[in-house]
């Protein structure tokens, strides 16, 4: 596949998808002009809800974006074989894989764009310590450009007949201080991802009750 262009599988998807996100989410789409073309680039993406990566793929339009997405995905046979020929990537979540990162910077390598979630998984409106994998990411490949991508309203697709107000901001987190680690630069870019993108709560009214029930005890057992 040309690097700048789309897989099959991948338009398919982004076609089914784009009647949701934009038209019933009503998206709304900033700073799309400084996602480059071409070129590798790694995203870093707040996690609230499971439609972030459609949302955002949506949201890139003609770039296609290979995520780092958990393994258990793959189970079922079906979506395993969407997923790959969509060439996301399948990753272990609670360790180190080390056969996960490496097809990514493969990827950045042949000029892709990744497409990471630091904080491991969703939110559902708890503060999540984001991991170093992205910034490892970006330290890989020489020339990738790292952009941080903030997404409001995902939470609220499935709260029908209430249409959400879904928004994507990507944004140029800028240089951070010389020698900046790994994790400080994931540190530093999510804490603007989640200036732009507080946590949010996922699920219709009872389960989102239950959600903030749930990141409330959390809050109260780390003090």
């Not at 972030?52 to 995520?67: F, M």
């Not at 996301?88 to 042949?110: C, F, K, N, T, W």
């Not at 804490?191 to 389960?207: F, H, I, L, Q, S």
Request: aromatic share 6%.
């Amino acid at each position: 596949m040309d690097v700048s262009g789309l897989s099959l599988m991948y338009r398919i998807v982004m076609l089914l998808a784009t009647p949701i996100v934009r038209w019933w989410g009503r998206l709304h789409v900033v700073g799309l002009p400084l996602l480059p073309a071409r070129g590798p680039v790694v995203l870093m993406v707040n996690h609230d809800s499971a439609w972030d990566p459609v949302i955002v793929g949506v949201a890139a339009r003609r770039r296609q974006i290979h995520a780092l997405a958990k393994s258990s995905l793959w189970k079922p046979k079906v979506l395993g074989w969407v997923l790959d020929h969509m060439a996301q990537i399948p990753i272990e979540r609670g360790r180190a894989d080390l056969e996960a990162m490496s097809a990514a910077v493969a990827a950045l390598e042949e000029g892709r764009c990744i497409g990471v979630f630091p904080e491991g998984t969703v939110s559902r409106g708890r503060e999540l310590r984001p991991l170093s994998g992205a910034g490892r990411l970006a330290r890989a490949v020489p020339g990738t450009r790292v952009l941080g991508v903030s997404v409001t309203g995902a939470v609220d697709i499935v709260k029908f007949p209430h249409r959400p107000r879904i928004r994507v901001e990507f944004f140029d987190p800028g240089d951070g201080p010389t020698g900046e680690s790994a994790i400080a630069l994931t540190k530093r870019v999510m804490v603007e991802v989640r200036r732009r993108a507080p946590a949010a709560t996922p699920g219709r009214r009872r389960k989102a009750a239950y959600f903030r029930e749930q990141a409330g005890r959390r809050e109260q057992d780390g003090r």
